[in-house]
């Protein structure tokens, strides 16, 4: 079945970096449209970016700049590198594929930029 492990979320001071990994598992990875999406307290979810079968990549405005996603098929890993992190960037993010016409969520991880 359809696996999505995150990891890389953590404390850190604004202005800061950090990378998460999602770790895809259970579907021919190369293949379907992945990316990360965020829940902060109190909000809706939101698409932070995403990346497609020929590569081509989709941010949302308040990322754009700063967030870099990218897919490692070797590794059947997508990353979101996130620099210059701001308070408003803190939530649960949350790894997603689009595989066969489903969405498949990860179990999410923290992330907190204390200003």
């Known amino acids: 079945q359809v696996q999505l492990v995150e990891s890389g979320g953590g404390l850190v001071q604004a202005g800061g970096s950090l990378r998460l990994s999602c770790v895809a598992s259970g579907f021919a990875f190369s293949s379907y449209a992945m990316g990360w999406y965020r829940r902060a307290p109190g909000k809706e979810r939101e698409l932070v970016a995403r990346?497609?079968?020929?590569?081509?990549?989709l941010y949302a405005d308040s990322v754009k700049g700063r967030f870099t996603i990218s897919r490692d098929r070797t590794k059947n890993t997508v990353y979101l590198q996130m620099n210059s992190l701001k308070s408003e960037d803190t939530a649960v993010y949350h790894c997603?594929?689009?595989?066969?016409?489903?969405?498949?969520w990860g179990q999410g991880t923290q992330v907190t930029v204390s200003s």
């Open positions: 990346i497609i079968i020929n590569g081509s990549t």
């Open positions: 997603y594929a689009h595989v066969l016409q489903r969405d498949y």
